[in-house]
């Protein structure tokens, strides 16, 4: 698999604590498509996370007040975002405004249906998306894998497509 040599750039909003399974789920499947997560929160400040008994900090790279969408791909809410619901839904709708996919992972896909004006709540292990206005859900054990996986995948045709027409004109 040909990679670019920089990868790209995903906001992966995070709310108080870091779910460390989640995000280390989401960094994998991303990588895998040479795209790299970047913790976008309200405020700077180092969050936490746990992995079994030990205690592990992210620092936050930027805030959800000064973010640009064109500077991403896309946007991922990571469990615990519905605890910072107000932010989380804004930001959501800024990067959809900017054409830019939205991804919601387990524990917080109930964010994106209310966006997306679906009234059939999303179930425990659901992971969704809106691309270009469109929701998709993925219900299974290994939803997060499966949605971020997909729509890197969906991103890829939509730059090979801007890179075709930009060579045809």
């Given at each position: 698999m040909r990679h670019s040599h920089r990868p790209r750039r995903v906001a992966a909003f995070v709310a108080e604590s870091v779910?460390?399974?989640?995000?280390?789920?989401?960094?994998?499947?991303?990588?895998r498509h040479n795209r790299?997560?970047?913790?976008v929160s309200d405020q700077?400040?180092?969050?936490?996370?746990?992995?079994?008994?030990?205690?592990i900090n992210f620092a936050v790279?930027?805030?959800?007040e000064n973010i640009e969408p064109?500077?991403?791909?896309?946007?991922?809410?990571?469990?615990?975002?519905?605890?910072?619901?107000?932010?989380?839904?804004?930001?959501?709708?800024?990067?959809?405004?900017?054409g830019k996919p939205v991804v919601a992972l387990t524990g917080s896909a109930p964010l994106l249906s209310e966006i997306s004006g679906n009234n059939t709540g999303p179930g425990e292990n659901t992971?969704?998306?809106?691309?270009e206005g469109e929701l998709y859900e993925v219900t299974d054990d290994d939803a997060d894998w499966k949605i971020l996986d997909a729509i890197s995948e969906k991103l890829?045709?939509?730059?090979?497509?801007?890179?075709?027409?930009?060579?045809?004109?």
């Open positions: 779910n460390v399974r989640q995000l280390q789920t989401a960094s994998e499947a991303l990588q790299r997560a970047v913790l700077h400040a180092l969050l936490r996370g746990y992995n079994g008994s030990a205690e790279a930027e805030t959800t064109n500077a991403y791909d896309a946007l991922v809410l990571m469990e615990g975002a519905a605890k910072l619901a107000p932010s989380a839904t804004r930001l959501a709708k800024r990067f959809g405004d900017a992971a969704s998306a809106i691309v890829k045709a939509m730059q090979d497509a801007h890179q075709l027409e930009r060579a045809g004109a």
